[in-house]
Structures are given as C-alpha cells and as structure tokens.
Nanobody, 124 residues
Framework: QVQLVESGGGSVQNGGFLRLSCESSYWTYSGYCMGWFRQVPGKEREVVARRFIGDGSTFYADSVKGRFAISQDNAKNTVYLEMNSLKPEDTAMYYC?????????????????WGQGTQVTVSS
C-alpha cells in the first residue's frame, strides 16, 4: 500500500505562485511514476503533469506547459509541482497520484494510488 501526503495548496491572486508537495511512502527507480491531477466539481479529473522517477521524463498538459514544473527530491521521496503565472482557471482540487508498474510513458490508466487532495484557488 502506497501512501501519498500532499501539502502546499492555498489561495493566491491571478499571476501568483504556489508549490505543491507530495511525499510518498514508496520510492523506486524502476517502473514508477508520480503525477498531479486536478478536478473541478462537476467536471472530469484531468492530468496536469507526470514524471517517471527513474529517468525524470516529464509530461505536461497543454494548458500548463511553460507555467508548471514537476520535479523530484529522491532523498525525501517527494515530488513537487511548481505553479507559476496562476490563472483563475487553474482553480481546482489537486491530487497527487502514483503508478507502481508502468513504463517511462506514465500511462494515465496506470495510476493506482491517490492522495487526499489539496485545494488551489486563484482569484482574479
């Protein structure tokens, strides 16, 4: 069982910055991806960014490219999501997720563990 603990959400103004953290109880450089997803009430959950821990391959949704960055700290078993130039449309509940058996492509259907979520609110 993998436990994921998120932190770092909050409220900021348009153009602001936030950094989310997700500490994992499981860490390996083989077949393991971590990612961030977000969901707004009444809408489907969407992927924001994902990262293959073994080689650092990263993938971003088009809507956040150039503004968000996913990174990892191996010593802390933690991934981060740095969010710059935040927009009101980034407002959502953000979830950390882990895929424990996957290729470097971090297929969306491979994510099998989820955190409790952290709220991000961007005001205009």
């Amino acid at each position: 069982q993998v436990q994921l603990v998120e932190s770092g959400g909050g409220s900021v103004q348009n153009g602001g910055f936030l950094r989310l953290s997700c500490e994992s109880s499981y860490w390996t450089y083989s077949g393991y991806c971590m990612g961030w997803f977000r969901q707004v009430p009444g809408k489907e959950r969407e992927v924001v960014a994902r990262r293959f821990i073994g080689d650092g391959s990263t993938f971003y949704a088009d809507s956040v490219k150039g503004r968000f960055a996913i990174s990892q700290d191996n010593a802390k078993n933690t991934v981060y999501l740095e969010m710059n130039s935040l927009k009101p449309e980034d407002t959502a509940m953000y979830y950390c997720a882990a895929a424990t058996s996957t290729t470097y492509l971090c297929g969306l259907n491979r994510f099998n563990y989820w955190g409790q979520g952290t709220q991000v609110t961007v005001s205009s």
